[in-house]
């Protein structure tokens, strides 16, 4: 993967759902390969990872995200997806795909990944 876009931003009130979309480009084949994630940047704060999949698909989630975001791929259209649910004011942010070199998944640090989409805005009202 070397090109990241991510889509499906907006505004939603509390409680709402959302689906972000990241859609991936580059080598044949790499998208499969590949650990990718969803990371969230809110005003005035450091980027944090909300969730990551390895490359064959296996998820795991901060503890912000647990038991309401979903993330998943699509490895037939190379997209990687989170979805949001319960939606709370505390999770407006930008939100940020991004991914790996490797296949394997180290964790939900910020330094561990090495391409980044540009983000998309997502602001939950109450």
């Known amino acids: 993967v070397v090109q990241l876009v991510e889509s499906g931003g907006g505004s939603v009130e509390a409680g709402g759902s959302l689906t972000l979309t990241c859609a991936a480009s580059?080598?044949?084949?790499?998208?499969?390969?590949?650990?990718m994630g969803w990371f969230r940047q809110a005003a005035g704060k450091d980027r944090e990872g909300v969730a990551i999949i390895s490359g064959s698909g296996i998820p795991s989630y901060a503890d912000s995200g647990e038991g309401r975001f979903t993330i998943y791929k699509d490895f037939t259209k190379n997209k990687m997806y989170l979805r949001l649910n319960s939606t709370r004011t505390d999770d407006t942010a930008m939100y940020y795909c991004a991914a790996r070199r490797l296949s394997s998944c180290s964790g939900l640090a910020v330094s561990t990944f090495d391409y980044w989409g540009q983000g998309t805005q997502v602001f939950v009202s109450a």
């Open positions: 580059g080598a044949p084949g790499s998208f499969a390969t590949q650990c």
